[in-house]
């Protein structure tokens, strides 16, 4: 079987760490390879796509991807990354969070396809929940050593209280353990001989490739390790938020025009990197696609494309084109008809903090006019010696097209039945909502 899984990683610039053997594993035969996903949230956001990405790759080359939803790991809270303990979450919760998780999963990956490979979903609580602390003890705890997990980074640092840390709980500590015997578990009853992750993850995945050597007493069982590059921003900031907020996965906690926004304003410097990361275009289109931009910048083609090819990947084609549409509205020569179109979720998006006035409804029985429409309902203008002013220097415009002082806005202004956009001049923008 001829695979070239390992080679579109390391171009698209997805390895950061191998474990020797992976490549050759993966090159001879059909390999069943897994991710764990941790039940913080009811979603995923974008940090969590190269994961998925990485089990599409893998299935893509005829391997079989498993998702693991960690829905006993996120009892306890891994301590990768973290310089203190996390709260733990109540059962409820995590059965609620684990659910999204899986609906999440489930758009990018078909666990109902019928092919050899088909991905398959897990939960480690179905495993965890009937074993015993003794029996725990006994048959895991007694393979690793504390020599060998206390070595590990993510240990290694909260003990020594870098970066603010305060110490490790034994909760946490046995974390690895409990993600070692997973993949112990899915070895033994799926055959998988692979982990992949992110590379902060690459202590707890080695010690899972240790543990399943160590359980199969007398049996020669080889398992390997592979991580990817943790995502980061040119300019140092955090991969992922956008104004500090996270870029989620469902359109109910991140709309589709936020989500198409983020890709569309990324920096020339990471679109060259995030549009091979985050996209199946081959490398033949990204390598001209990089070359256009270079020789275009200003129509940030590399942006446009990562945009459109990331959202019709997570939401869809036709959601793309709402997004882009939006995005492409303030621009329109047919805006009037156009921001119609829209619906007031996307409306408020593009809007977004634009300064609003509400005006009752009965001031639209009879017409509105423009005088009392930039001063005394909504003090946009100052005075109306200024709003008369800006009207007589033909620089107002109601829904993008330029009014005079004998204007009167009526319902048929009204955008969604509610809004009205009013401009003074190109830069300053008002927003009349009807209550």
Known sequence: MTNTFVEELRWRGMLHDIMPGTEEQLNKEMTTGYVGFDPTSDSLHIGSLVPIILLV???????????????????IGDPSGKS???????????????????????????????????PILV??????KSFSFIDFAREVGKRITVNYMMAKDSVKKRLSGEEGSVGMSFTEFTYQLIQGYDFYHLQKNYNCLLQMGGSDQWGNITTG?????????????????????LITKADGSKFGKSEGENIWLDADKTSVYKFYQFWLNTSDEDAEKYIKIFTFLDKETIDTLIEE??????????????????????????????????????????FKEDIKTLNEATFLDVFEGVPQAEISQSDFNEGLDMIAALNAKTNFLASNSEARRALRENAVSVNKEKVNEKYLLTSEDLINNKYIILNKGKKNTYIIKVV
């Open 123 to 128: 939960n480690n609580y179905d495993w965890m």
């Open 84 to 118: 203190d303990e996390r709260n733990l979450l109540t059962e409820d919760i995590l059965n609620h969070n684990v659910e999204g998780i899986k609906n999440v999963l489930s758009r990018f990956l078909n666990f109902n396809s019928r092919e050899t490979n088909a």
């Open 293 to 334: 931009h270079k020789n275009m910048p200003h129509l940030r083609l590399l942006q446009k494309r990562l945009a459109e090819e990331v959202t019709t990947f997570v939401h869809s084609k036709e959601d793309f084109e709402n997004a882009e549409k939006a995005s492409n509205i303030l621009f329109s020569k047919s």
């Open 57 to 75: 790759h893998l299935e893509k080359a005829g391997h079989k991807p498993i998702a693991l939803v960690g829905g006993a790991t996120g009892m």
């Open 209 to 229: 490739t240790e543990l399943v050597r160590r359980m199969n007493v007398g049996e020669e069982v080889k398992a390997f390790a592979m991580t990817c590059p």
